[in-house]
């Protein structure tokens, strides 16, 4: 194998040249999604919590005990949330994008603190943390109208594309790492059908799924089978899909539509994951033939 050669294509992978409203699109999308499934997201009770429940984790360590105010809460939680709407229409972008990742890591922080751990919100807050390191307001940004003179449209270049090819890369290691995770603590013993009859059955109890059709699946040991074996397929199926663009899209699309089956099924939901997929779409391509398609 060429050294060089393969040096080379690690190197464009992360940097190719990149236009800068690709990575400007991903922030609109990003932040405009995170605002909408957590809009209607309340921390405040925390704040009635018995300490007794307190176990806190990460930077949580830090504080002397759970916050105790829940005004200050429901103000924090105000805040991120007015920061991840400014960010995507590019106002103050910066200084919005870094209030966004800050608060972010606290206010999706704070329930993870209280003995269960919430594994949807944490990509959220690596992605706000990428954005706001990132060149992400050079482009379709309000800000870029109050400069004066107008500054000219950056060039393309690698630091427009390394966030987004990061941020792709995490969302799929986190469901090669589920996979992986499965087969290291059970092994094969996870794909026999006692064990995905048992977690169909026992989410219809707990989770109320928008339909019965897990129990009808759990009725037949050959459909349990095939739903284990596919769960893992798909799964350990992201690391390729990393560095292999002809299988990229059809993982993606494959792992969307095992959420969408686990949804269907158990009704566990994945929505903060949405904005995992979205990274996935070339939105400023997409929007570029819908302008012209307006204009014809």
């Known amino acids: 194998m ?160 390394w966030p987004i090819k990061i941020a792709q890369t995490l969302f799929l290691l986190v469901f090669f790492a589920a996979g992986l995770s499965k087969i290291r603590q059970s092994g094969l013993a996870w794909m026999d059908p006692g064990n995905m009859r048992d977690l169909l059955l026992a989410n219809l109890f707990i989770q109320a799924p928008p339909t019965r059709w897990a129990s009808w699946i759990a009725s037949s040991d050959a459909l349990c089978s095939i739903a284990a074996a596919v769960t893992i397929v798909v799964e350990l199926s992201a690391l390729p899909a990393i560095f292999f663009r002809v299988v990229r899209v059809p993982v993606v699309i494959a792992l969307l539509m095992l959420q969408a089956g686990i949804s269907v099924l158990m009704g566990i939901y994945f929505l903060p994951h949405l904005v995992g997929y979205a990274l996935f779409v070339p939105w400023s391509s997409l929007w570029g033939k819908l302008y012209a398609n307006y204009h014809e």
């Open 2 to 161: 060429n050294t060089k050669r393969v040096a080379g294509a690690w190197k464009r992978y992360w940097f190719a040249p990149s236009r800068p409203e690709n990575l400007a699109s991903a922030r609109i999308v990003c932040c405009a999604l995170c605002f909408l499934i957590y809009f209607d997201l309340d921390i405040r009770p925390w704040a009635s919590v018995s300490h007794v429940f307190w176990m806190p984790i990460s930077l949580f360590r830090l504080l002397a005990g759970p916050p105790q105010k829940a005004a200050f809460l429901g103000l924090l939680q105000i805040l991120w949330k007015v920061s991840l709407l400014t960010a995507a229409v590019g106002l103050a972008t910066r200084a919005s994008l870094l209030t966004a990742a800050m608060l972010g890591f606290f206010v999706l922080g704070l329930p993870n603190c209280f003995g269960k751990i919430h594994h949807l919100d944490g990509f959220v807050v690596l992605v706000l943390v990428i954005l706001a390191v990132s060149r992400c307001d050079e482009a379709l940004a309000i800000d870029r109208l109050f400069w004066k003179p107008r500054p000219a449209a950056p060039a393309p270049s690698g630091g427009f594309r």
